[in-house]
Structures are given as C-alpha cells and as structure tokens.
C-alpha cells in the first residue's frame, strides 16, 4: 500500500431516513467510509443491516421512499448527492459501475448480451459501431467467457448463471470505471463458479485500478478478497479496518459473535456408528425425467438420479453435498417418496419403502421426516402454528388433544415460547420458522431426519443456532440425519460421514474428515479448492474475549 | 422457431375442429332441428318432407362431416329463413364486421397503452388516478346503453352523427367507440400492471446503472417487456370484440355480420347461425396464433420453448 | 438472502405488535377501506332491495294502466303517484326496478356459483396434477375462449326457450374461464410451495391438502374472479334480454326494460336512462368491491 493511492469514495456522516413506521428510524446513520484505487472493501452485514443501501446510494439508484437527510457521498471529490440525475446518469456505467446479485434477472430477455454491452459505448462514447463491437467482443475475452463471436449474439436465457454474471461485470467494466460496486455478487452461484468469480475480481483490481466496494455477508469471502472490512449492524457502521485486524482481532462484540459463526470443522473423532443397525439402505437408485415427445420435438431424458447407493446406520449424520443441478434435491424427494423412483429400492427398518403402494403409504409416512429450505415457504400462512403441528399425529390417527400436548413439549425442546400455537406464521421470524418446522417433523416421532439446505437460507448467526439446535435435538432423541447443503462448510461441521453428488452420481463417499482432508475425486478437489477463504484461519473467539476482558 | 409456430398451429387446429363439433353440435342440443324449422304446429308429414329436404335424416356423423368438408371449402349451405346461401349472407357483411373490429382495437390500444404507461411510470399521481377511474367506470357501462347515450347525445340531440344505417364513414364512428371501449378498461389495468412489474425488476435497474437516459430505459428495455402480455390480450379482446359487433351493430343497425346473427337467431336460422359461431370462433383463432407468433418475435425466450 | 437490505430485518423476537390473527388484520383493512366499505354497502342496499322488493314497491310491477302510460317521473314534473314515472304500457317504473333487481342478482349470483364450481375444480385439478389432466383443462379453456360467448348465449336461448333459468344455466356454462385459468395458476404455484410437500409428508391425502392447504390461499383470488364473473354475467343477462333473447316480457329485467324503452327514444329517453343507472350503479359496485377485496388481502396495493 502505498500513498500514491487516491481515494475514490469518500462516504461522510450518511444518514438515509427509512419510511415512518418502519422498525427504525434511519437504514443508515452516520456511515463513514473510503474506497481507495486498487483497494477492494468489503462492506459485511447480515440482512437489513443497510449495507446495500449505502451502494445504492452512491449509484443514485435509491428506491424514492429512501431519501438521504444528512452527509455527503464524494466521488472523485464531487458530492454525488448534489448532482442532478441527469448529471448522475452520466457518471452510472462510465466512471461508478455496479454489479448486482441475481445474475438470472439482470439482463434483458429481449436483447442479445452484445446489444447490452454495446449500449454502455453508445451512451458514454462517441465510438462507431464497428468498434463498439471490437470493445464489446475483447470485453467478452477479457471477462474469460468462451467463443465471445457466438456470447455475443446469444440471449442471456441461453446462458448460465455464471455466464451471464460475467455479462454483467463485463457491462460493469466496458468504460473502465474509477469505482466498482458489488452487491452480494456470487450469492447466487455455485461455490466453483464463485472461486472464477473471485478470482476475476482480484485480477480486476490490478488490472483495471478501479476501487472496488464488495458487499457481501460471507466472512470467507471476506477473507478472500478483502483489503479493508467495514462492519455494518442495523444501519451503523460497528467496526472498520484491514482485513487482518478485522478477521483476526475482531474488536466489536458483533462481529466477534459474526466470526464466531463461520462454520468450522470443530468435532474431532466422531462417536462411533460402525456397529450400529442399518436404518436405511439405498439401493442402485434411479431416477429419469422425460419430457413427453411433442410432434416436433423428440423426447428429452434427464438423468436426475444414476445408481445412488446408500447405507444409513442409526445416530449417523451422512451429509450429501452437491452444486446446483447434482441430483441431490430430486434424490431427496425420492427417498421421502415425493417422487416416485424408476429403479433400485430404498429400504426403512426392513421395509422396501420405495414399493409400499400408494395406498398403504400412509402409515410408513411417519418413519422419514423432512425440513425444507425456504423458511418462509414451508409453513401455511393461513393455518396456526399448533394446527400445523399436530397436522402429522392427526392425520396418523392421534387424538387433537394428545398432539397439541405433544406440541407444547415439542415448542419447549426448540426454546419457543407456548403462545406460539395459536399464532400464524407471519408473526416469526426466519429462524423461528425454522425451529417450528424441526417441531413439526419431530411431532410423528420420525427415525430418519432429513435437513435440506435447512440453514442456507438463514443470516450466520441464526444459522449456527439453528445447527446447534439440530445437533443437540439429534443427540437426545437418538436421531438419523441426512443433511442436505451446497455449503461444504456446514457438511463439514455436522456430518459424520460425506457423500459428494455430480451430475446425478454419487463421485465420492468416506467418513467426513477423510473426503476434506484427503479427496479422492477430480470433482471434489475441485469444489474443496473453491471453497473461500482457505488460507484464514478462525480465530478462537472465546480467548479473545478472555484476553480482552 | 418453426417448431414453436408448428406447435401453435397445431394446437390450433384441434380447437378449431372441437369448436366446428360444437358448432354443429348446438342445433341438436334443443332437439330435433326439423321441428324447430317446421314450427311448434307443423304436422308429422311436414316434419318429414323438412327432415328429408334438409338431410337431417342421415346419421349425425355423417351430416357433420358433410357439413364441414362443404364449410372448409367456403360452402355453408342455405339459410333455412332467407333461402339464400348462408355464404353469399356473410361474406358480403364481413368486411363491415371486420372494419368496425379493427378501428375499434385501434381505438382501443390507442388510448389504454399511452394512459397504461404514463400512470405506471407516476403510480398514484393525478393521471394516475384518472386512468383507473376511467377503467372502473368503464367496465360498468353496460355498452348497448352507452350506445344508446351516444345516439341521444348525437344524433338526437346535437344532430351530428348518423343514428343508424352504415353508408358513410361516419356511420362508424360512435360504434368505434362503443366497441372500442369495452376492451379499453382490461388493455389499460394490463399495460399498467405489466409496465409496474417491468420497471422494478432487475433489468431495468441494470439499465439505469449503465446510465442510459430515462427515456432509453423506458422504451427500449421496459416497453417491450410489457407489451408482450398486452399483445396476448390484445387478440382475445380483438376475438371478443367480433362477438361483441352484435350487440354494437343491432343498436346502431349496423349491417354486419354481428347484426346478421342477431337477425338469423331471432328467426331461427339455424345454419346461419351454425355458420357465423364457426367464422367467428374462427377469426379468434387465428388472431390469438398471430399473437403468439408476435409475442415469440418479441421475446426469444419463446422462441426456443 | 434478501436481494437488497430494504426488506424487513429478521426479528430475533417475536413481534410485539398486538397479536392479530389474519383474518382480523383483513377484516381491519377492510374497515379502513372506504372504497370498499361503500360498494360494500350499496350491494348491500341493493340485496335488501331485491329481497324485500314486494314490501317496498309501491304498486304491482306487472299491472299495465292503459290511461297512465308514459308519465314522467316525479322530479321531471310527473305524478308524485309515480315516483319514477310509468312504461309505455303504464306499469310503475319504481316497482319495475325494484322487481328487476331480483333478476338480475339473481341470474348474476346463480351463474357465477355454477360458473365458479366448474372453473374452481378444473383449475384446481390442472394445477395440482398438471400433466394430461393439466394438459385437458388447458385445451378445454382455449376452445371455451374461442366461442364467442354473447353468440353461443344467444343461440342457446333461442334454441332452448328465453327463461331466467335457461339464461343462468347458459352464463353459468359459459362463464368458467376465468375461475379456471387464475386458480390453475395459483394451485400450480402452491402446489410448489414447501408446506404441501410437508403435508404430504405428514401423510396428509389429497382431498386433505386442496381443503386445508390451497384452498385457504386461493379464496381472495377467488372472490375478487367471481366479482368481475358476476358483473359480467349481470351485464350479459341485461345484454341478452335487450337484444330479446333472454328474459321475456313481462318480466321486469333492467335489460328488457332499456330495450322497451329503446322504442321511445327519441321523446322519452329518461325511459333508458334510470333502469341503465340503476345497472350502472350495480356493476361498479361489485367491481369496486372486487378491487377492494384485492387491495386488503395483497396490502402493498393494488397494483
């Protein structure tokens, strides 16, 4: 670091005032923050905490029920809150840039991605078309996307998710900008496509010299990229400084307890199962999609599912990991029977599960349970917390009565309070939601536990309370757990054994220090080597805490 | 993109041939169709020489077939009441159907997508606020009272605007508007809805972070985004329309096709009216297969499912 | 993770907001909807009217009084014996309107519960099966669509004898689409939602999760189709008997009464004008009513 680096942004006393009736009264109180030439900062909070905010702000892409009261935001050393939007409009995609965090939904379905690059020279160039387009197709190269002559003319619909992501950082890049903004980019991509994104970044900030402002709530990440880490919690601004003091001298409680909740391999030698009895076998699992041949198209076969075997033994936790599209959610929905298999067997204490006729489904329901990922969506916002509780023990012939007892037991081990019962689901929070919906499959007394990506969707700190939950739960009543995450992070922390899924096969199993430690696969050392922050180790909060205090 | 088009067409084949069965299909429901031509006191000898003359004594798929080998080929037989050929009655009334039709989507479209989009672009502003009343108020008025209104209004009163009749272009005017504001209402609640979506979604936001102009973002990226729904809707209003022309032309006595069959069903010629179900269903067909083919233009999304 | 910070933080308590169920948060929005409130109160008005139509009209709706035809009404310098002034045939406008209402709440009402049975169920069984069966329902609503409605109306009471049943029965039929094309969508969209897997799960049977888990999310949707169904419906009963080929004379139909008084429009055009109010006033409110309804239950607006 040297002094020749100028600052970019300068963000001084910002505040933003949130609507009336909101449950604070400022989104951002008194921000102060620099992004210098070739420096990356990674603003970190988990949801609500207003760091999006602030990059919105800086663009002038403010929702109109958002209005800046206080501070200036200086770019190049003018204040970006005086300009005019016209005179905004100018410095947006040529000297500030920005990069979003849905890549699905940022580019026009009606255009062609060459289109959309090229309208950035038109807007803020005098060049003509034919060197629009060199621009565009070197861009395209510089983003490392493949054959830029063919990316050029496709519809973003007929790109992938990272693709398209390269797309728009290669809009973000196309005027060479003095500050690039990115808003949670790689959120939504797998964990290999996110370590190229990364990468790119790094590469960016040399190449380019732009200061960049990372959002982001991952502290791996952080750990990846960061220069410089500024800490937000609900609107202000807790903690700010280099990546190495923030990461491993955290100083405020906050993001001590944030850091805390990064998920680590923690358990050493886990409890033996190898003699335990089987409580579930998978054997040689198939399962095809087809699409029914039209007139004019042929029939499309998908191999979701290719000869998954599994043995599951009681109190085991098996975590299966996999990207987006691996197979894993449709092998979950197989072994719950949600989906009907084409091949193999899965067996439960004995029985062929996976043959049981419809019919008689019911009563083999109870032995295999389920929770799902989407917090909010997997509870009936029309239906009472205890009528969705005892919903399983009614329907397996239990009194009412009976189960809403049992509901009340159930609401004590997730530490809810018992006035739940009567209230709807829009009363609680992400994490509530979730411990509720562990209650509701624990009501029919399930031997087989399985969590589908049952955490991803919560902030950190919820996160690791709802996994000690689960590891706590799961001691007591003697459960089997299937976990289900993209996250090998989580896999790590709670499973006893792994099983890595590719393209609808099983590539890799063993106990789960074995697969992260010594992988055998191609694939898994690929997916282990993308995963961020590799080279940060965790701090030990609690000796901090002790020398501090 | 073939093959996309190949499956519309498909697809609209089959309900072309359902909608020719019920078509058919409807002049047996009530019963036999030779009582109803012979009338309530028509004696047994009657009924029979009707039931001959007419072949309504072959078996129903027999007759339907016949029926609509002739009806492919233009043929629609011969009205039971005017003893003309049915075809000859609606092919020389169509274009007057058609005319109305189009300078009423015209109408239409031409005032729904300007207010659509202004009180999407300024929610709740006083246009706004204008645009939705004329909506609701719109969807109320009953449209053959309005037409009525209108013949008051104009005719009677100010003696500007030909009452009946459909000799001059004026004639066609206060139908236009008749016509043309039952489907204004629905056409505008889309653009407006569809253009509010659009506006907030992701795009548009990338849009604007490149620092295009408003006006760029407005119509290059937001407009044809929201449109494409409008084009669908636009269709089967378009369909709707030629269905409303009878209830229009029997008000304003307009000599189209619309009039044609209120005058076919009040006097109970059956093929006549056999015939202009079909043509009319026919044209919704067809608008809604050229929708869908302007809609895959428009997104190429569509194109490849 | 939410795509921007502008959404609500997650509380780490429960809200300590007062507890209210959602039923009594939609019957609070409705009490602060005023649009919703007063067309709630005029159909209101109107349902009385044509349930204690007898009791209120002032003479018998179907007697013609040769002597008194024609006679303005009361505030255009008429009889005060005839608030609303006479038909061509001397029948009382006021008792004419008050009987008419019957009619058309009545066809209105009938048609759209055949129609909502019908378009319910198949867009319920589309939408959760998907599929052939998704695939029947869909090619069923294309053919429903391609046939112009007010023609198909029209032949069918020609055909089958213009009576306020075969008029119902006929809109009833006719009149499915919409029920069956919006809740399709939305079962299909709730049928991917997490909590039906769950009570699949918990060994719920189908018959069980369309009651307790879709049906529930889907009832605003459904009154605010069946509003615009029903004005509809009352529109084309109305359309239907002015053209003369819905409800017959005498019976006291708004439609009907515009279309007798069609005859007289160049001196008496009063004659059209109230009964086409009185249908005016009816429709708008149940479409503001429909729109009200929207705006509660989805409370960002109505947008």
């Known amino acids: 670091?040297?002094?020749?680096?100028?600052?970019?942004?300068?963000?001084?006393?910002?505040?933003?005032?949130?609507?009336?009736?909101?449950?604070?009264?400022?989104?951002?109180?008194?921000?102060?923050?620099?992004?210098?030439?070739?420096?990356?900062?990674?603003?970190?909070?988990?949801?609500?905490?207003?760091?999006?905010?602030?990059?919105?702000?800086?663009?002038?892409?403010?929702?109109?029920?958002?209005?800046?009261?206080?501070?200036?935001?200086?770019?190049?050393?003018?204040?970006?809150?005086?300009?005019?939007?016209k005179q905004h409009s100018k410095l947006r995609g040529n000297r500030m840039a920005m990069i979003f965090q849905e890549p699905m939904s940022a580019l026009n379905p009606c255009y062609t991605v060459g289109d959309q690059i090229e309208e950035v020279f038109a807007t803020h160039s005098s060049m003509t078309k034919s060197e629009r387009r060199a621009r565009t197709i070197k861009l395209l190269?510089?983003?490392?996307?493949?054959?830029?002559?063919?990316?050029?003319?496709?519809?973003?619909?007929?790109?992938?998710?990272?693709?398209?992501?390269?797309?728009?950082?290669?809009?973000?890049?196309?005027?060479?900008?003095?500050?690039?903004?990115?808003?949670?980019?790689?959120?939504?991509?797998?964990?290999?496509?996110?370590?190229?994104?990364?990468?790119?970044?790094?590469?960016?900030?040399?190449?380019?010299?732009?200061?960049?402002?990372?959002?982001?709530?991952?502290f791996d990440v952080v750990a990846e990229i960061a220069d410089r880490v500024v800490v937000m919690q609900k609107g202000l601004v807790v903690e700010q400084g280099t990546a190495d003091e923030v990461l491993n001298r955290p100083k405020h409680p906050y993001t001590r307890q944030l850091i805390d909740a990064v998920p680590r391999r923690t358990r050493e030698a886990p409890p033996s199962i190898e003699g335990n009895e089987v409580v579930m076998k998978v054997v040689a699992l198939e399962k095809t999609f087809h699409t029914s041949r039209t007139l004019f198209a042929p029939a499309r076969t998908v191999k979701a599912v290719q000869d998954v075997n599994l043995t599951i033994r009681k109190g085991e936790t098996l975590g299966i990991v996999g990207e987006s599209g691996s197979g894993k959610s449709t092998l979950v929905r197989c072994l719950i029977r949600l989906t009907d298999i084409d091949d193999g067997a899965v067996w439960i204490g004995g029985k062929e599960f996976?043959?049981?006729?419809?019919?008689?489904?019911?009563?083999?329901?109870?032995?295999?349970?389920?929770?799902?990922?989407?917090?909010?969506?997997?509870?009936?916002?029309?239906?009472?917390?205890?009528?969705?509780?005892?919903?399983?023990?009614?329907?397996?012939?239990?009194?009412?009565?009976?189960?809403?007892?049992?509901?009340?037991?159930?609401?004590?081990?997730?530490?809810?309070?018992?006035?739940?019962?009567?209230?709807?689901?829009?009363?609680?929070?992400?994490?509530?939601?979730?411990?509720?919906?562990?209650?509701?499959a624990l009501m029919v007394e399930p031997e087989i536990l399985i969590a589908d990506e049952s955490v991803s969707a919560l902030d950190v700190s919820v996160q690791k309370e709802v996994l000690n939950l689960l590891a706590e739960i799961k001691e007591e009543m003697g459960l089997t757990m299937l976990f289900i995450t993209h996250d090998l992070r989580v896999a790590a922390q709670v499973s006893d054994n792994i099983v890595v899924m590719n393209k609808g096969q099983i590539v890799e199993r063993g106990n789960a220090d074995q697969v992260f430690s010594n992988p055998q696969n191609d694939y898994t050392k690929k997916l282990l080597a993308a995963m961020p922050g590799q080279g940060w180790e965790v701090p030990d909060i609690a000796a901090l805490e002790r020398a501090g205090a | 993109m073939v093959r996309f088009i190949l499956?519309?067409?498909?697809?609209?084949?089959?309900?072309?041939?359902?909608?020719?069965?019920?078509?058919?299909?409807?002049?047996?429901?009530?019963?036999?169709?030779?009582?109803?031509?012979?009338?309530?006191?028509?004696t047994d000898e009657e009924i029979a020489v009707i039931r001959e003359q007419y072949g309504f004594d072959r078996p129903i798929p027999v007759q339907y077939l016949d029926w609509l080998g002739s009806a492919v080929r233009g043929d629609f037989g011969i009205s039971y009441y005017y003893n003309m050929p049915v075809s000859d009655m609606i092919f020389s009334r169509l274009g007057t159907t058609v005319t109305l039709g189009l300078c009423a989507i015209s109408f239409a479209l031409l005032i729904s997508l300007p207010m659509g989009v202004l009180s999407a672009i300024k929610p709740n502003s006083l246009l706004d606020r204008v645009a939705v009343f004329i909506a609701v108020v719109g969807e109320a008025i009953p449209s053959f009272w309005f037409g009525l209104l209108l013949i008051v209004l104009f005719s009677i009163n100010l003696g500007w605007l030909p009452a009946s009749g459909s000799d001059s272009w004026q004639s066609f005017i206060m139908p236009t508007i008749v016509l043309g504001y039952y489907a204004t209402p629905a056409l505008m609640r889309l653009t407006r809805a569809g253009m509010i979506d659009v506006l907030s979604s992701d795009y548009i936001r990338t849009a604007k972070a490149k620092g295009l102009?408003?006006?760029?973002?407005?119509?290059?990226?937001?407009?044809?985004?929201?449109?494409?729904?409008?084009?669908?809707?636009?269709?089967?209003?378009?369909?709707?329309?030629?269905?409303?022309?009878?209830?229009?032309?029997?008000?304003?006595?307009?000599?189209?096709?619309?009039?044609?069959?209120?005058?076919?069903?009040?006097?109970?010629?059956?093929?006549?009216?056999?015939?202009?179900?079909?043509i009319f269903s026919m044209f919704y067909i067809v608008f809604t297969f050229l929708a869908d083919v302007l809609n895959a233009w428009l997104d190429p999304r569509l194109r490849s499912g | 993770m939410s795509t921007t910070d502008t959404s609500a933080p997650e509380g780490k308590t429960v809200t300590q907001k007062k507890e209210i169920t959602p039923r009594q948060a939609l019957i609070k929005r409705a009490l602060k909807n005023r649009n919703l409130m007063v067309s709630g109160g005029i159909l209101l008005l109107i349902v009385l009217i044509a349930i204690f139509a007898p009791l209120l009209a002032p003479h018998d709706p179907y007697k013609q009084n040769l002597l008194a035809r024609m006679v303005r009404p009361a505030f255009m310098g008429g009889d005060s014996k005839h608030l609303l002034g006479t038909d061509?045939?001397?029948?009382?406008?006021?008792?004419?309107?008050?009987?008419?209402?019957?009619?058309?709440?009545?066809?209105?009402?009938?048609?759209?519960?055949?129609?909502?049975?019908?378009?319910?169920?198949?867009?319920?069984?589309a939408g959760y099966f998907g599929g052939r069966i998704d695939q029947v329902v869909q090619f069923l609503i294309n053919v429903r669509l391609a046939l112009p409605a007010i023609l198909v109306a029209l032949a069918c009471v020609s055909l089958f004898g213009g009576s306020i049943t075969v008029v119902t029965i006929t809109l009833g039929l006719l009149l499915w689409d919409r029920f069956a094309?919006?809740?399709?969508?939305?079962?299909?969209?709730?049928?991917?939602?997490?909590?039906?897997?769950?009570?699949?799960?918990?060994?719920?049977?189908?018959?069980?999760?369309?009651?307790?888990?879709?049906?529930?999310?889907?009832?605003?949707?459904?009154?605010?189709?069946?509003?615009?169904?029903?004005?509809?419906?009352?529109?084309?009963?109305?359309?239907l008997s002015f053209l003369g080929l819905g409800v017959q004379p005498p019976t006291p139909s708004w439609g009907l009464m515009i279309s007798e008084g069609k005859e007289m429009l160049l001196f008496e055009s009063w004659l059209i004008t109230i009964p086409g109010i009185c249908l005016f006033v009816l429709v708008f409110a149940i479409n503001v009513f429909g729109d009200g309804i929207r705006d509660i239950s989805s409370p960002e607006g109505r947008n």
């Open chain 3, 88 to 125: 061509a045939l001397g029948r009382d406008m006021l008792s004419r309107l008050l009987y008419g209402a019957r009619v058309s709440l009545g066809v209105g009402l009938l048609a759209t519960l055949m129609s909502g049975i019908i378009g319910t169920t198949m867009g319920l069984l």
């Open chain 1, 1 to 85: 670091m040297s002094d020749t680096q100028d600052t970019v942004l300068s963000i001084r006393n910002l505040t933003i005032d949130l609507p009336e009736g909101g449950d604070r009264p400022h989104a951002v109180e008194n921000l102060n923050l620099d992004v210098k030439r070739n420096e990356i900062v990674c603003i970190v909070g988990e949801s609500g905490s207003g760091k999006s905010i602030t990059s919105f702000t800086t663009m002038g892409l403010l929702p109109r029920v958002l209005k800046p009261s206080q501070g200036e935001v200086l770019f190049e050393g003018t204040d970006v809150l005086k300009l005019s939007d």
């Open chain 2, 213 to 278: 102009r408003p006006r760029k973002v407005l119509f290059k990226h937001a407009l044809r985004n929201a449109v494409i729904p409008v084009v669908s809707l636009a269709a089967v209003q378009m369909g709707f329309m030629l269905g409303g022309s009878i209830v229009t032309e029997t008000v304003f006595a307009l000599h189209g096709a619309g009039f044609l069959a209120w005058q076919s069903i009040s006097r109970n010629d059956l093929s006549t009216m056999q015939a202009l179900i079909l």
């Open chain 1, 354 to 440: 996976s043959r049981v006729p419809r019919g008689q489904l019911h009563d083999w329901r109870k032995k295999i349970q389920i929770i799902f990922q989407d917090p909010y969506g997997s509870l009936n916002p029309r239906r009472t917390i205890g009528d969705q509780l005892v919903e399983g023990p009614v329907n397996f012939g239990v009194p009412r009565k009976v189960a809403m007892q049992k509901a009340r037991e159930l609401l004590r081990i997730v530490r809810m309070e018992q006035d739940a019962l009567h209230r709807y689901p829009n009363q609680f929070s992400g994490g509530q939601r979730q411990r509720i919906c562990i209650a509701r």
């Open chain 2, 7 to 42: 499956t519309k067409l498909v697809m609209a084949a089959m309900v072309a041939l359902t909608v020719s069965i019920i078509s058919f299909g409807l002049v047996y429901m009530a019963g036999d169709p030779a009582i109803a031509l012979a009338g309530e006191t028509a």
């Open chain 3, 181 to 239: 094309v919006v809740i399709r969508a939305a079962t299909m969209q709730l049928r991917n939602m997490e909590y039906v897997a769950a009570a699949e799960v918990l060994g719920a049977r189908m018959p069980r999760i369309l009651r307790k888990d879709i049906l529930p999310n889907v009832t605003s949707q459904l009154v605010v189709i069946a509003s615009l169904e029903m004005a509809s419906a009352i529109m084309l009963e109305a359309g």
């Open chain 1, 141 to 218: 190269d510089e983003v490392h996307l493949p054959e830029p002559e063919r990316i050029y003319h496709s519809f973003p619909h007929q790109l992938s998710g990272g693709q398209r992501q390269r797309i728009v950082i290669a809009i973000a890049l196309a005027m060479d900008p003095a500050l690039l903004i990115a808003d949670e980019p790689t959120t939504a991509l797998d964990v290999t496509t996110q370590a190229q994104i990364l990468s790119l970044f790094k590469q960016l900030k040399e190449t380019h010299s732009a200061g960049i402002m990372f959002v982001t709530h991952d």
